[in-house]
């Protein structure tokens, strides 16, 4: 929807009451389309939000799996830090796939309200 009925409101003479002139809307309905869309626009700011902390404590993860993996590497009891080693990978694996799931669908359950901008 487009907002620039709200930049040319005017007031009816006979009712008092505030009208958009391009749209003819009551300001109230105006205003209750506006919070509507700010609503929208909310709910698309936070997905996006919990997307990206997501994301980066993915990654945070995934990095920590790394230094531990190098560590171990250069630990000197070599049939514990074999097994270790091979369990740090598997998780980093795991997690590596649920952040290619993620960034894969958007991390959203929904599209974005691309019309709302």
């Known amino acids: 929807m487009d907002l620039d009925f709200l930049l ?3 007031t009816d003479n006979h009712d008092e009451h505030i ?3 391009s749209s003819g809307l009551h300001a109230a309905t105006a205003f209750k389309v506006c919070s509507a869309l700010c609503r929208g626009f ?4 936070i997905t996006y ?9 993915l990654l ?3 990095s920590e799996k790394d230094a531990n993996i190098a560590l171990l590497e250069l630990s000197s ?3 514990k830090t074999q097994d270790e080693v091979a369990a740090l990978k598997r998780e980093k694996d795991r997690l590596v796939q649920q952040l290619k799931q ?4 958007g991390g959203l359950g929904r599209k974005p309200v691309n019309n709302l901008v």
């Open 77 to 79: 009891s070599k049939k």
């Open 19 to 21: 009208y958009c002139c």
């Open 102 to 105: 993620q960034v894969g669908r």
């Open 49 to 57: 939000v919990i997307f990206f902390f997501r994301q980066e404590a």
């Open 60 to 62: 945070a993860a995934i």
């Open 42 to 45: 909310l709910y698309v700011l």
């Open 8 to 10: 040319h409101l005017r």
